[in-house]
């Protein structure tokens, strides 16, 4: 299982780091993915690490304010995200796999952890 922790009220502007951490399973054998949704829309993916090479990828929206990484010792994998936006307001999940067709078939969906950016 994945538990997504670490979100909070913050300013816009502002810093956040959230947690996911894996039980079950090591977070170097599959690439991990964050994603998000607001109410009323769809989960939209926005970053991605890869398992073994490490190698991430980002959305658009946030490319450049967040960063995707993993420690191995912790099984856990972080999104730091800098320079926060009201439009980054949303709950926000980690999944094993980086698109939206694919992450939630091999360890279901966490609760997840919100994130509120106050402008």
């Known amino acids: 299982r994945l538990a997504e922790s670490g979100g909070d009220l913050v300013q816009s502007g502002g810093s956040l780091r959230l947690s996911c951490e894996a039980s079950?399973?090591?977070?170097?054998?599959?690439?991990i993915g964050w994603f998000r949704q607001v109410p009323g829309k769809e989960r939209e993916a926005i970053s991605c690490?890869?398992?073994?090479?490490?190698?991430?990828d980002y959305a658009l929206s946030v490319k450049g304010r967040f960063t995707v990484s993993s420690d191995k010792a912790k099984n856990t994998v972080y999104l730091q995200m800098n320079s926060l936006k009201p439009e980054d307001t949303a709950v926000y999940y980690c999944?094993?796999?980086?698109?939206?067709?694919?992450?939630?078939?091999?360890?279901?969906w966490g609760q997840g952890t919100q994130v509120t950016v106050s402008s």
């Open positions: 079950g399973f090591n977070v170097d054998e599959y690439a």
């Open positions: 690490i890869g398992g073994s090479d490490g190698n991430t």
């Open positions: 999944a094993v796999g980086c698109s939206t067709t694919v992450a939630g078939l091999l360890v279901p």
